[in-house]
């Protein structure tokens, strides 16, 4: 029986009115009644020749992300976990390695997981966009060298399962967004409850540093969010200020614990039609 999401309410309650419009108990949605068996692969590094997680971490790991998708019914488990201890797969140094560990390693018709050390260039993590309704969609990987990445674990799960289950990230698109858009069922995210989000990908260092298309140049994320609030005075071209949802799963900013209900309605139907279901 469908609970009260409490971990997305006491997430609103702590951060207060930046996260207007995430969901709420009041809504109706969608009820899956569905349990992903992920395949979590842990890397070692070179030194230990230890898996960052251990398997109480790994069980934890899954409760809280799967509180992030209690409102559809949704859960994530770990059904088996492998270590790899081969340490040259700990930080990647292309894309062709992720390739191999896909060969190597990943099962077919599971969602393989590989949490690992680096990555370059994921911004913590890298996945199939509706990977769902793709074959050789199946897999997420995530690094944890990093400080940034390694405390929003779940919450870097929860944003790439989103993609997997076909959610745009809250600044998608080449578009400068505008706060009031009547179009924003067709532009950037796709989604109307999200506000817009001002900011494209971030580069530098994983969350560092963001970059907008109005203010084409590196900034620290400290001068947008501060305690998890948008401080920043910036203006969309109609002169409207930027509200973005700090706080959105699938937003880049640091704060990430939860999804919309319009994010939520997207993902439950993007499941339900997805004509590449084997998990
Ligand atoms: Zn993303």
Redesign the pocket.
């Known amino acids: 029986m469908r609970t009260i999401s409490i971990l997305i309410f006491l997430c609103m309650c702590l951060l207060g009115s930046a996260q207007e419009g995430l969901h709420t108990r009041n809504i109706q949605l969608p009820c899956l009644d569905k349990n992903f068996n992920l395949f979590i692969h842990l890397s070692v590094d070179s030194i230990t020749r230890q898996p960052y997680l251990t398997n109480t971490d790994v069980q934890d790991l899954m409760t809280e992300v799967s509180g992030f998708f209690e409102p559809i019914c949704l859960s994530v488990s770990a059904c088996e976990i492998n270590v790899l201890e081969n340490y040259t797969f700990h930080n990647i140094v292309d894309e062709r390695r992720l390739t191999e560990l896909r060969v190597l390693w990943g099962k077919p018709r599971r969602l393989n997981v590989y949490i690992l050390g680096n990555i370059p260039r994921a911004?913590c993590g890298v996945s199939t966009y509706y990977g769902i309704n793709k074959a050789g969609g199946n897999d997420i990987y995530l690094e944890m060298d990093s400080a940034e990445c390694r405390s929003s674990l779940a919450g870097q799960l929860a944003?790439?399962l989103g993609?997997f289950l076909g959610l745009a990230?809250t600044y998608h698109g080449d578009d400068i967004e505008i706060v009031d858009d009547p179009l924003c069922a067709i532009k950037n995210d796709s989604i109307c409850d999200t506000p817009s989000d001002p900011f494209g990908a971030y580069a530098g260092n994983a969350g560092q540093y963001i970059i907008s298309d109005i203010l084409p140049e590196l900034i620290p994320m400290s001068d947008f969010v501060i305690n998890c609030e948008f401080v920043h005075a910036l203006r969309d071209p109609q002169q409207v200020y930027y509200q973005p949802q700090v706080g959105n799963i699938?937003s880049?900013y640091p704060c990430k614990c939860g999804f919309t209900n319009g994010q939520f309605k997207l993902m439950a139907n993007n499941y339900e039609n997805s004509n590449h279901k084997p998990y």
């Open positions: 911004s944003h790439h993609h990230d699938m880049a």
